[in-house]
């Protein structure tokens, strides 16, 4: 079983390769397709990542796909199954475990992610259905007074007991405590604030006799906060991550592989390649993109039928260049 969770561990993090993160929940994809003005009925939810899915060559990039609780029990119109497509072309299936960020009781302004109940059974209903990979994201704010201490360590907790139920279930957990980029606050914030919640994360993980070796970080990057005045430069972003990254995350970890967070496409691909430029590192650092890697398709899919192959093609081009930075290996 163990061996099992480190050969899926690694191979999500091959060389070149990074993770697609499709498991957009009802509101959240609803609000993606809002924004081309489209409905979100199911047949759009499953023409969409069809779309994304048959697109030519990009298990050349892409080694797993976070798919959403509809999407794995989901049917093309050719009633073949969508996470047997992607398994056919050797893409591993994933699926998001958490039931979302929810307000923290007696913490305003704070979250705690929910879905640890009744999970055991869960889990393995999804292996069956195929999926060897797993996510549950823990999100933190940054505000005046925030995060709290209390509100990092419950979710720390739950992340940790997540994750050890998923290698019991023979699961490869996907870690994500995600510091959210929204707010005025400046890169050393942000640093400061990832650094506390990754040791914390990692404590928990070691109490919780999780196997380093069988699991992935999705961190975010170190970054300043969307509307701070002077924006931190992508060497500093990159240079600030990596530092932070070393200090918290043991080198058992087989690979870290971030979120984009509300980056722009281009953005997010250069910050990971700088990364992979600086070099010496006891990681994989690769993506686990949701927005940065969709957003160009989405715009140019629009939910129509013959818009497919130019969708696919402007998808698996943002692939490619997420892959190539993954290897250190991008120029714009
Ligand atoms: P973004 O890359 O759009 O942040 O999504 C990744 C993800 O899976 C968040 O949980």
């Known amino acids: 079983m163990s061996q099992e969770l480190v050969t899926v561990a690694n191979a999500l ?33 499953r023409d969409y990542r069809h779309m994304l899915f048959t697109a030519p060559d990009f298990s050349q990039y892409v080694s797993g796909v976070i798919l959403f609780d509809e999407t794995l029990r989901q049917k093309a119109a050719d009633g073949k199954r969508l996470a047997d497509i992607l398994a056919d072309q050797g893409v591993i299936p994933g699926i998001k475990v958490d039931a979302g960020a929810k307000p923290l009781a007696g913490f305003e302004g704070e979250t705690v992610t929910e879905g640890l109940d ?3 059974g869960r889990l393995a209903e999804y292996r069956e259905l195929g999926a060897k990979f797993a996510k549950w994201r823990a ?12 509100a990092l360590e419950a979710n720390a907790h739950a992340l940790a007991r997540y994750a050890a139920l998923c290698q019991e279930a023979g699961i490869v957990p996907i870690v994500e405590p995600e510091v959210l980029m929204d707010g005025n606050h400046d890169l050393a914030r942000c640093q400061a604030v990832t650094e506390e919640i990754l040791v914390l994360v990692f404590a928990q993980l070691k109490a919780h006799n999780v196997l380093l070796e069988g699991m992935l970080l999705k961190p975010n990057m170190v970054i300043s906060g969307k509307g701070a005045a002077d924006r931190a430069g992508a060497e500093e972003v990159a240079k600030e991550t990596v530092a932070t990254l070393k200090r918290c995350v043991p080198s058992a970890v087989p690979g870290i592989v971030f979120l984009s967070g509300g980056q722009s496409s281009v953005e997010a691909t250069e910050h990971l390649d700088l990364m992979n430029k600086l070099g010496d590192l006891p990681w994989a650092l690769s993506f686990s993109y949701g927005r940065a890697l969709q957003e160009d398709a989405l715009k140019a899919w629009q939910g129509q039928s013959g818009n497919v192959a130019t969708a696919q093609a402007v998808f698996r081009h943002r692939a490619k260049m997420n892959g190539v930075a993954a290897t250190g290996g991008y120029s714009s």
């Open 13 to 45: 993090v091959a060389r070149g390769k990074g993770i697609l993160a499709a498991d957009e929940s009802f509101p959240t994809i609803a609000k993606r397709f809002k924004s081309i003005g489209l409905e979100s009925t199911e047949e759009y939810r």
């Open 139 to 150: 999100v933190i704010n940054i505000g005046e007074g925030l995060p709290t201490r209390f």
């Open 118 to 120: 009744g999970l055991r």
